[in-house]
């Protein structure tokens, strides 16, 4: 799923990337990449990995590379920073942080002196990206790594529990493997005893652990892959809609038409008939068809407004 491994678009070789919202939630993703997420106003509720908590304003979230992390705030007010950069700005052979908790407290922020440096960084950043002046990229380096090595010298770290850690991001490193086996197989009878066999955990366990890690259930995350699938193939092909259920792993066309209306709020040929009825080019399309990105979020948003200009499936909070 497009929402769930993001490989954004940097539109150079310098791969940093600072932006703010207000009153947001995103859906559960990961990528190779080191997000920095300050809260400078509200609340979210996010979970990085298998960690789940309420962060406030002031706050700083850390999502090391790999980590799988979603926001669920629909609720919430917030203004958030995003820093997103490559870890080799940190080091050519970069080793995962072993923060013990992704979530650092305004307070605990400031015991470390940290807190002043924080927004200076995020401030700098953004400035530096956009006016882009001479030996932008260098100071830009230079002010990530300074401030992750604070981090790295203040903040406690997980040494002396390396041989269960190190089992935790094999494990991390196999669901997502899993996840995109699904992407690639989604069209064949995955069930949930059998994804959990994958794992080699009980069906129970992996549910649990599927719904902690995305927050979505394991049969809502293959159905929007599915349909995601789906809408592809009817913005570009003339298959039937029967055919097209089919292909994607659906049973009978009655659940298909179910299922897509569930996750997009139409029907297939209700779809179908509005991106045939645009007569837009490629790069039109393309566009138009990330308007109908598929969202767990659906049900729960009255006024759903998805965030433009961004990798990211980033939605508009009430």
Known sequence: MKAFHEVRSYGSDFMVWCQT?????????????????????GSCRISVGDQSFMAHGGDLVICDSGNIHYSD????????????FDPGIISPVYEYSRFLCPHVAREELERYGLELRMQQ???????????????FQDIIKARI????YLLKRNLPHSSSKAVSYNKRIEQMYDFQQFLSYMEEHYNENITLEYAA?????????FSKMFKK????????????????????????TSMKITEIGFN??????????????EVTGYTPSQFAEEMAGERLSIYGRRKELERYQPSYYLQRYSQ???VENDSMTLIKNK
């Open 248 to 261: 994607c792993g659906f049973n009978n066309v009655r659940t298909f038409n179910r299922v897509f209306k």
């Open 197 to 205: 066999e994958q794992m080699n955990f009980s069906p129970s366990h």
């Open 121 to 135: 960084l995020f401030e700098s950043v953004a400035g530096e990206l956009q006016r882009q002046e001479n030996y």
């Open 73 to 84: 705030s629909y609720e919430e007010k917030n203004v958030l920073h995003f820093l997103v």
């Open 213 to 236: 890690l995305t927050g979505i259930n394991f049969v809502t995350y293959l159905n929007m892959v599915r349909v995601e699938k789906a809408m592809e193939f009817l913005q570009s």
């Open 145 to 148: 790594r300074e401030f992750w």
């Open 304 to 306: 759903k407004k998805y």
């Open 21 to 41: 919202y207000e009153d947001i939630s995103f859906l559960s993703h990961w990528h190779k990449e080191i997000e920095l997420i300050y809260i400078s106003a």
